[in-house]
């Protein structure tokens, strides 16, 4: 068969095979607006029950609308295999379809056992009752509904068992249809899974009150709610109705619980609520019974203290304090025990209060540095007056020597001279020409504060390790640091080019600390960020495209044992100790959906471990044995004045003209190309065309 045939009849099968699944489309779509139809008229029905009649008839239609439905459906599927396109199928359309076909029969089948259970009822009194000659008929008992709020589980397991799960002559499976259409939110979510058959209901059931019949979880919500009541600040009505309304519903579900020992349970539910995450942890998985009194949590503290003396508290011989200068700006040292395996210290500067001395100038329980008349009422130069009357070191403002006798290191942040930063009187001098001078074409700007700092201490920036989903669907790992500072989000170039985001332009220009534009912005990206240890939940992240964020977090890598004092805590970052490039800024944009409020801290020397949906992240200073250089944002580089000068008078100038334009170039390109030198030593050269 020729090429030509063959490609004509593969046209013609396509075109077929169209056909067919725009046909089986087109019915199944009026398929599903029909049964669409029937299951808003259940809807209405409730609030109109004139069209119960329509409904019930309507209903028994539904059968054959699905297989019609699924008759059409298997051949779009068909047509789509048949045309190489089946990722176009919807997997999603018919369970949609066959949930509204099963909650329009579970109304129905509501609606139909009610009238016959009343045709039973009032069939005996019209036969023998002849002196009446009507019967009023009562409004129907609507059956309750559950969103999954366990304050309201008792409610409707009560009620649901009194109207349906009792009723005689019932059927399995139109209890199943009533308990379907009963729950919605996340009740429906809970059963959502298991199968719509008879054999079901008592499973269905089942995973109903496991789920939400939670006694002890709702009575320490309820006390919750008690203990966090808002105080009245007025006698109005609306305030005193709200105390009522708070106060009764709270103690009636209390009483309701019959928990043994009321009293005993509020106070256990108080003192629980002080413990420490991983104690209320620990007392959970060894609970004693459903309701535990206040002796029992009290029995299992003291329990944990007798373990906690025994085996030694690890992170109390960690970190030791101890005074290492008695003068006006104490020194406290962290110092880790000496070990073979761990050589590694950790020394910290931190001026405190001294003990022994108080303010030489206000008599105030604070140093000098510290004393508001001498920072904030005095002058630099009456600080240095009453400096020199009082023969305090211009350096340490000790009394005991002068400045140029003073051992001290600290230097004055601003000069780098041997005087105290407050007695600071020069203005900063000029860069030496020996430093390396700025190119011509470009100024550096900067957005971020470097200086060398007195106090090693080394501050510690949330960072986390997420899930970023790149082109192709795949989950890769990329650091980010969390920045509540920030207005937006950002990438570098090399991650989005590393996940192949495709990056829309963008020309407003973004600025940084100080006012100070970022122009080098290479456009904006949309990508999904989740937790690197879950799957859930996803944010959607437009993240602006720079080329560089910041420096390594942290500056230097910290020991190993700064990061086994957070071993009991689902970091977010677990390396955040070793110092690494960040990919990625999450800014204020997203700071609300990924803090969740709660926070830890295990010593004031150390960072604060902070929740997130994405693990616990640290912030904060810690001590340092090595004086780095501190950094809060990026440098970035923005051409100069002159520079935009010089490159828009080279856009304006026209083209040089090549060598060959003129006559006399073309000349002389001839006789550079093409002369030759004869035997005789005579040029020859060809003439122009």
């Given at each position: 068969m020729p090429y030509n045939d063959v490609g004509r009849d593969n046209a013609t099968e396509k075109s077929r095979q169209e056909r067919c699944m725009t046909r089986a489309i087109t019915k199944r779509t009026t398929i599903i607006a029909s049964i669409r139809a029937i299951h808003a008229l259940s809807l209405r029905a409730d609030k109109e029950p004139g069209l119960i009649p329509e409904l019930l008839i309507s209903v028994d239609g539904l059968d054959a609308l699905w297989s019609d439905f699924n008759v059409e459906d298997n051949a779009v599927l068909d047509c789509l295999i048949e045309l190489d396109v089946v990722v176009d199928y919807s997997p999603d359309l018919v369970p949609e379809v066959r949930g509204l076909v099963n909650a329009a029969k579970a109304v129905a089948a509501l609606y139909r056992t009610a009238t016959n259970v009343d045709h039973v009822h009032t069939t005996p009194i019209e036969s023998n009752t002849h002196t009446h000659a009507s019967l009023s008929r009562l409004p129907e008992i609507p059956l309750p509904q559950f969103?999954?709020?366990?304050?309201?589980?008792?409610?409707?397991?009560?009620?649901?068992?009194a109207l349906v799960d009792t009723r005689p002559g019932l059927a399995k499976i139109d209890k199943l249809y009533y308990l379907i259409g009963c729950v919605k939110d996340s009740a429906a979510d809970?059963?959502?899974?298991?199968?719509?058959?008879?054999?079901?209901?008592?499973?269905?059931?089942?995973?109903?009150?496991?789920?939400?019949d939670r006694p002890r979880l709702l009575a320490t919500s309820l006390i919750e709610k008690l203990l966090s009541a808002p105080a009245s600040h007025q006698e109005s009505?609306?305030?005193?109705?709200?105390?009522?309304?708070?106060?009764?519903?709270?103690i009636a579900l209390l009483n309701s619980l019959q928990i043994p020992d009321l009293g005993s349970f509020i106070l256990f539910s108080i003192a629980f609520r002080c413990l420490p995450v991983m104690s209320r942890k620990l007392f959970e998985s060894s609970l004693p019974s459903t309701y535990p009194s206040v002796d029992d949590v009290l029995e299992f503290v003291r329990s944990r203290i007798s373990i906690l003396e025994n085996v030694g508290d690890a992170r109390k011989t960690c970190y030791q304090s101890k005074p290492t200068n008695p003068g006006g700006n104490q020194l406290h040292s962290l110092k880790v025990p000496a070990k073979k395996s761990y050589p590694t210290t950790l020394i910290t500067l931190k001026p405190s209060i001294s003990e022994n001395n108080s303010c030489p100038c206000c008599k105030g329980s604070h140093n000098l540095a510290s004393c508001p008349q001498f920072r904030d009422a005095?002058?630099?130069?009456?600080?240095?007056?009453?400096?020199?009357?009082?023969?305090?070191?211009?350096?340490?403002?000790?009394s005991k020597h002068w400045s140029n006798r003073c051992f001290s290191k600290a230097r004055c942040s601003i000069c780098s001279r041997k005087h105290h930063v407050l007695l600071h009187t020069h203005e900063l001098k000029t860069a030496p020409s020996g430093v390396g001078a700025l190119p011509t074409d470009a100024?550096?700007?900067?957005?971020?504060?470097?200086?060398?700092?007195?106090?090693?201490?080394?501050?510690?920036?949330?960072?986390a390790l997420v899930h970023v989903c790149d082109r192709s669907g795949t989950w890769q790992v990329v650091r980010a640091l969390i920045d509540s500072a920030s207005q937006i989000s950002a990438i570098t170039l090399s991650c989005s080019q590393r996940l192949g985001l495709r990056c829309a332009p963008w020309t407003t220009p973004v600025?940084?600390?100080?006012?100070?534009?970022?122009?080098?912005?290479?456009?904006?990206?949309?990508?999904?960020?989740?937790?690197?240890?879950?799957?859930?939940?996803?944010?959607?992240?437009?993240a602006w495209v720079l080329s560089t964020l910041t420096s390594d977090m942290p500056r230097q890598s910290l020991p190993q044992n700064v990061k086994d004092q957070y071993s009991n805590f689902a970091l977010a970052d677990p390396s955040f100790h070793v110092s690494s490039p960040i990919d990625m800024l999450l800014g204020a944009d997203l700071f609300p959906s990924i803090m969740d409020g709660r926070k830890e801290k295990i010593y004031d020397s150390l960072p604060v471990a902070f929740s997130s949906i994405i693990g616990w992240v640290l912030i904060g200073s810690i001590p340092h044995s090595v004086c780095s250089r501190l950094s809060s944002l990026p440098v970035s580089l923005t051409v100069s004045l002159e520079g935009l000068m010089n490159k828009f008078w080279h856009i304006e100038e026209p083209t040089p003209a090549p060598p060959t334009f003129t006559e006399d170039g073309r000349c002389v390109e001839i006789f550079i190309n093409e002369f030759q030198r004869t035997s005789t030593g005579r040029f020859v050269v060809p003439l122009p065309t």
């Open positions: 969103n999954g709020n366990l304050h309201n589980w008792a409610t409707f397991r009560d009620r649901f068992t809970a059963i959502r899974g298991i199968p719509v058959s008879a054999d079901n209901y008592e499973l269905v059931w089942n995973t109903l009150s496991n789920r939400f009505l609306t305030d005193l109705n709200n105390f009522v309304k708070v106060f009764e519903e709270s005095w002058s630099v130069s009456e600080r240095c007056n009453w400096m020199r009357d009082n023969r305090l070191c211009f350096n340490c403002f000790s100024a550096l700007c900067m957005s971020a504060l470097s200086s060398h700092s007195d106090d090693p201490l080394t501050v510690l920036l949330g960072t600025s940084g600390l100080a006012g100070t534009p970022i122009l080098d912005v290479r456009g904006i990206a949309t990508c999904k960020v989740r937790p690197k240890f879950a799957s859930e939940p996803e944010l959607t992240v437009k």
